[in-house]
Structure formats: C-alpha cells, structure tokens
Nanobody, 122 residues
Framework: QVQLVESGGGLVQVGGSLRLSCAASGHTFSNFVMGWFRQAPGKEREFAAAISGGGAVTYYLDSVKSRFTISRDNAKNTVYLQMLSLKPEDTAVYYC???????????????WGQGTQVTVSA
C-alpha cells in the first residue's frame, strides 16, 4: 500500500504560480512512476504530468507543457508540480497518483492522494 498526501493548493490570481507537493509513504518511492492529474467541476479527471521513477523522463499535457514542471526528490519521497503563469482554466482539484508503469490514463494508476484545490481567479 502507498499513501499519498498532497499539499500546496490555494487561491491565486491569473499569471501567478503555485508549487504542489505530494508526500508518499508505504513502499519504495523510486519504484513508482508518479503522476499529477486534475479534475474541474463537471469534467473528467485529466492527466497533467508524470515523471519516471528515477526522475529522468517526464510527460506533460500539451496545454501545460510550457508552464508546469514536475520533479521528484526520492530521498524525501516527494513529488512536486511547479505551476507558472496560471490561467482560470487551470482551476481544478489536483491529485497525485502512483503507478508501476508510465501512463496518462487514470485507470492505470493504483494509488491516489485525496487532492488539493487550485483556484485561479481572473
């Protein structure tokens, strides 16, 4: 079992930035690909970014690729999502998740955090 706890969400103005953190416990963190997903009201959960176990390979949703950066610190069992130039359409609950194999599909992720709200005001 892997436990994931997100933090760092909040209310920010358009153009602002936030850094989300996700602390993991329960298994060898570096064995897992870590992903960030987001879900806006009335919409399906959407892949945002993922990072390989060692941190060398990253994946992004096209619309966030130039603004978001995913990173991880395996010594701290933590994955981060740095978000810059935030837009109202980035407003969502953001979830971190863990999987054994790289994927953009939520159904491929085995463990999920409880989510953290990000609200971007115009």
């Amino acid at each position: 079992q892997v436990q994931l706890v997100e933090s760092g969400g909040g209310l920010v103005q358009v153009g602002g930035s936030l850094r989300l953190s996700c602390a993991a416990s329960g298994h060898t963190f570096s064995n897992f690909v870590m992903g960030w997903f987001r879900q806006a009201p009335g919409k399906e959960r959407e892949f945002a970014a993922a990072i390989s176990g060692g941190g060398a390979v990253t994946y992004y949703l096209d619309s966030v690729k130039s603004r978001f950066t995913i990173s991880r610190d395996n010594a701290k069992n933590t994955v981060y999502l740095q978000m810059l130039s935030l837009k109202p359409e980035d407003t969502a609950v953001y979830y971190c998740a863990a999987t054994r194999f790289a994927s953009r599909a939520p159904s491929d992720y085995d463990y999920w955090g409880q989510g953290t709200q990000v609200t971007v005001s115009a």
